[in-house]
């Protein structure tokens, strides 16, 4: 049996065999053919589309970030500058142990845990083939040492960029505002097409009031890359439009002398040229160095700032809301010309205060013995407040709130910022509204004083002097006065905007508060005449104290013994030459006591600065301050 | 003696050809083939004339290699089948036990001169061992020696699998069922094979590890992973169809000069190739692969001895395999397992041993004319 079965038939197994192999060759040809149909599949009739991937591939299109347009001053002088600066990337896709990594950079530059912390952030948010910085801002020194050992980081790269750089530091920051990291919810709203390759943008102030201006339009360019993402070369570029440099009608040089005038006091100055509007000075007091949020600022840092109790982040020059004190009473007094109430010479004797008809109540006047025989004129110069009292009562609240309304009080003033709130002329109906309560006569006395409900901002004030300085007519405030046109390079002036004027029956009129208010500088018995001792030409001012908290009735203010956060607000609004006015401007300055002693003098230097173009001299105050010690400013 | 007399009248290669006991056309296509390896291949390493001269040395070893077994007649390569089977499996055996760790499987024996894979040796030795099986039986073969022959090829590839490398053990169960095939089994038997196979594919799946699985996945749909393991497909399908009817030119291929072709020089060098070649270029190599393949069972269908005819057979259809199994992989046909390019892809192992092997068909070709007078 065996034996048979090994038999082997030699030509069969030959056939078979031969069979096979010729199977075998027409199996792999069709194989082959199978391959050949994937291969023309792929390379004939899919061509073009493998050829896109094949580009998409190993062409990127990175955005190239427009430069931001600067911002100078009235001058010229740089107030927003663009810096290089130098960032640590790594990409992570190219990193084997980032924790070892890590560990290795540190022995060449500080690595702080918020920026490590960041970073991680980062990392997790993108692809892996993505870079994200770890350092934002590297010294010369650090790039430099990096620099050398870049071989023994694979995947770690130095960036360089443009930063925004204020020069000025804290001088500007409440009218600048500040450009940082583009967060979540900006990202958002932005324009991300134009967006690409920015990483900053406008928080706060000019910065972000003409964004779309001072950011420009991203450019682009093709690059050739290779796997690894490394870019090899450049194969068509689309160059970016930059931003339109702004130059503002602040003047840096007044800046700096409002700045060093408020010192140490918590406070706001702001000048306009009542021409046409030009924000000249714009200084809230303390303010911050805007440099520390262009990379981002420390949480610790940040919250230093934050909970300073001076609050060096709150702008008080825009949003800071005041009641204007007697800053408005020659406006109320022109009220009263305006309803036929009275006249400028029309006296009335002046006592310790006020009462209503039929009423307990005293209104006291700031002087405790009471002014005496006063008219318009000395009612303003040495702002009395029992003569307001009494024009108050006769105006009423209505009258009052239509009047002083005209001169833009209660309305933003539409300035070219970010923010600005509106303040607060009460009516009636604001009242009812609001406390769902009538409203009493006795608010209306106070409201003649500019106390109570009222409440204005230091821009408003300065506005509200500019329509008095006019006579009338005022100008809409600006920031910037020009940009420069894209094509032509030279800058060109943006349109002054007239605001709703003030009209009264007669010239006269603001003559007659006009000369009060030069009183108020020049006459001897004037509020300010500190100021106005040695002045070569002629200011119109108005002294103003707002308080901070009610005294009792029968109480006496007593600024001597009352804790500094609790003094008065001293506020003074003026404007000059009288003439000719150059300039409006309204200084606050909290818990200053009275707006005589330390607001006027702040707005001297400014008006010295501008007017006489030179440094102010410093003896003026200081002197006259001494005399004038000890007397009592108990209200107004 | 009437070969020596008749040679010479011809022309005067064909008496060196003779010499060497080579066949010309099927040496020739070789030379042809391995030479147009170089050129893609100094693209594809990016210009690096150091790769191009370790290839040379290869080229030259691989080639000896040919020429030496060429002279060795299968009768003897017969002789030594049973003996290289044994010695293949213990090799498998102690590299499971002991071997060097590479990319986590345990493939290499090192011998401290010198460091292998003792599966690429098995690509030869388990059909050298079936050949000699077969050629003993009776064909067709009886279904005992079905099994026994299943048996013999099932040992190596699952000592293989264990290593694990999946790749080289389906190759080399291919060569195995290749010798199966030409000693004729017959159709119901491999219909009722194909059957069993099919309906056990789901148990298969199960013994299958996660990054094999994986691969199979990502095969059927590249973009399932588009960064990870699908990439190499779809970046390699992107060079091949960027090729175009003539491609984008030699050294000029961006999908490989940009690093996006992952293993270029080696498994993947078919699609640099057909990235600056087209697909021009492509049918041209595969016409030489054809050529060569169809050439090789040509000269084992010629041989006298059973076991000549089933080596021969089942080497160049294992030859076959390996550049099936290489372009079905680059384009996105069959799922990623690492065979090179023959004769075409950088690197020793495989060169040496596809040369060696043909150097056994030369023998099988040369042998038969001394065996025919």
New interface residues.
């Given amino acids: 049996m065996a034996r048979r079965i090994t038999l082997k038939n030699l030509r069969l197994e030959y056939l078979i065999f031969r069979e096979r192999a010729i199977l075998s060759a027409i199996l792999v040809a069709g194989t082959f053919i199978l391959l050949l149909v994937r291969l023309y599949d792929l390379q004939i009739t899919n061509f073009s589309h493998y050829q896109t991937l094949s580009d998409d591939n190993r062409v990127r299109v990175l955005p190239i970030a427009p430069t931001r347009g600067l911002i100078l001053d009235r001058n010229g002088e740089i107030l927003a500058d663009n810096t290089p600066n130098y960032q640590l990337v790594i990409t992570p896709l190219q990193v084997e142990d980032m924790s070892q990594l890590i560990r290795t950079l540190s022995i060449f530059i500080t690595i702080q845990d918020h920026e490590l912390e960041r970073f991680y952030k980062t990392v997790k948010r993108q692809q892996a083939f993505q870079q994200a910085p770890l350092k934002l801002k590297l010294t010369e020194q650090e790039v430099a040492k990096l620099a050398v050992n870049q071989h023994r980081f694979p995947g770690v790269e130095i960036t360089a960029h443009s930063t925004r750089y204020y020069p000025q530091k804290n001088t500007f920051a409440h009218a600048l505002g500040y450009v940082g990291r583009i967060n979540e919810k900006e990202l958002s709203q932005l324009d991300n097409q134009n967006y690409q390759g920015t990483s900053h943008v406008g928080k706060l102030g000019i910065e972000k009031r003409y964004e779309k201006e001072l950011h420009g339009t991203v450019g682009h360019k093709h690059v050739e890359i290779n796997a690894q993402g490394r870019a090899l070369r450049v194969l068509k570029t689309q160059p970016s439009i930059p931003g339109v440099d702004i130059q503002l009608s602040l003047v840096a040089r007044l800046q700096e002398v409002a700045q060093d005038a408020l010192e140490d006091e918590n406070g706001a100055v702001v000048a306009i040229d009542p021409n046409n509007g030009d924000v000249l000075t714009f200084v809230s007091r303390p303010n911050y160095d805007p440099n520390a949020f262009v990379n981002g600022i420390g949480q610790v840092a940040y919250a230093a700032l934050r909970d300073n109790k001076h609050r060096p982040l709150y702008n008080r020059a825009l949003i800071g809301q005041y009641p204007p004190g007697s800053t408005v009473k020659p406006i109320v007094a022109l009220a009263g010309l305006e309803y036929n109430l009275t006249w400028p010479e029309k006296t009335m004797y002046a006592g310790p205060f006020f009462q209503l008809p039929g009423k307990e109540r005293k209104y006291r006047d700031w002087k405790k013995e009471g002014h005496g025989i006063v008219d318009m004129y000395s009612a303003i110069s040495q702002s009395c407040d029992v003569y307001f009292y009494k024009l108050g009562d006769e105006l009423g609240i209505d009258r009052m709130h239509e009047f002083l309304t005209q001169f833009n009080l209660g309305a933003r003033t539409q300035l070219d910022t970010v923010g600005e709130v509106k303040g607060l002329m009460p009516s009636r109906e604001w009242k009812r509204a609001a406390r769902g309560e009538p409203w009493y006569p006795g608010e209306t006395i106070i409201t003649s004083i500019g106390q109570g409900y009222m409440l204005t901002t230091p821009l408003q004030l300065a506005v509200m002097t500019g329509y008095i300085a006019n006579h009338g007519k005022m100008f809409k405030p600006r920031f910037v006065r020009a940009m420069r046109n894209v094509d032509t390079f030279k800058f060109e002036t943006t349109p002054v905007v007239e605001m709703t004027p003030v009209k009264v029956k007669r010239e006269n009129y603001w003559r007659a508060i006009e000369q009060a208010m030069v009183d108020v500088v020049h006459a001897p018995n004037g509020t300010a005449r500190r100021i106005g001792a040695d002045v070569t030409y002629k200011i119109a001012g108005k002294t103003g104290t707002a308080q901070v908290y009610g005294i009792a009735q029968d109480e006496e203010y007593d600024e001597e013994n009352t804790p500094k956060h609790l003094r008065d607000h001293a506020l003074f609004i003026a404007y000059a030459p009288v003439e000719d006015p150059q300039i409006a401007i309204a200084v606050v300055v909290e818990n200053g006591g009275s707006g005589s002693s330390s607001a006027a003098p702040v707005a001297r230097k400014i008006l010295d600065a501008y007017l006489l173009n030179e440094q102010p001299i410093e003896t003026i105050v200081k002197a006259d301050s001494h005399q004038q010690e000890g007397k009592q400013f108990v209200s107004r | 003696m009437s070969v020596a007399k008749s040679s010479l009248y011809e022309h005067p290669l064909r008496v060196i050809y003779h010499f060497l006991k080579i066949d010309t056309a099927l040496f020739m296509a070789l030379v042809i083939l391995s030479m147009s390896g170089l050129v893609v291949l100094y693209s594809a390493s990016g210009g690096d004339l150091g790769a191009i001269q370790r290839q040379l040395i290869r080229l030259a070893i691989g080639f000896t290699g040919l020429l030496v077994f060429a002279q060795v007649s299968s009768d003897q390569l017969k002789s030594w089948s049973l003996a290289l089977y044994i010695a293949g499996v213990a090799l498998l055996v102690i590299v499971l036990i002991s071997g060097d760790t590479g990319k986590g499987a345990q493939r290499w024996l090192n011998l401290g001169f010198v460091r292998f894979q003792p599966s690429e040796l098995m690509k030869i030795w388990l059909p050298m061992m079936m050949a000699w099986y077969y050629a ?5 073969p ?1 279904l005992k020696d079905i099994f026994v022959g299943f048996a013999i090829l099932a040992v190596p590839t699952a000592l293989i699998i264990k290593q694990p490398d999946l790749g080289t053990s389906i190759l080399v169960a291919l060569a195995g069922l ?1 010798v199966i ?4 089994i017959r159709y119901r038997v491999i219909a009722v094979f194909i059957g069993l196979l099919l309906a056990s594919a789901p148990v298969f799946w199960f013994y299958l590890r996660d990054y094999q699985r994986g691969r199979i996945l990502t095969l059927l749909d590249p973009e399932r992973d588009p ?1 990870g393991a699908g990439y190499h497909i779809i ?1 390699s ?9 003539y491609g984008r030119g030699w050294l000029n291929g ?2 490989s000069q ?3 072709i992952p293993e270029r020089s080696t498994d993947f060098i078919f699609s640099v190739m ?1 990235e600056e070649f ?2 021009f270029g ?2 041209l190599l ?1 016409m030489v ?2 050529f060569i ?2 050439r090789g ?2 000269i ?2 010629r041989a006298q001895t ?1 076991y000549a ?2 080596l021969g ?1 089942a080497i ?2 294992s030859f ?1 395999s390996y550049v ?1 199994v290489n ?2 992989m680059v ?3 069959l799922p990623v397992v690492g065979v090179p390019l023959p004769l075409i892809s950088y690197g020793g192992t495989s060169m040496v041993t596809l040369l060696t092997m043909f150097g056994i068909l030369m023998s099988i070709h040369s042998h038969r004319k001394l065996l025919g007078h």
């Fill in positions: 003993k039986r009776p064909l067709p009886s290749f095939f030409l000693a004729g960064l970046q399908k992107i060079a091949i169809g960027s090729g175009g009817i961006t999908q940009l690093d996006f057909s087209g697909f492509t049918s595969i692969y054809l393949i169809v069972l040509v084992s269908a059973c005819r089933l057979g160049s259809l076959f099936f372009i079905g384009s996105g046909l």
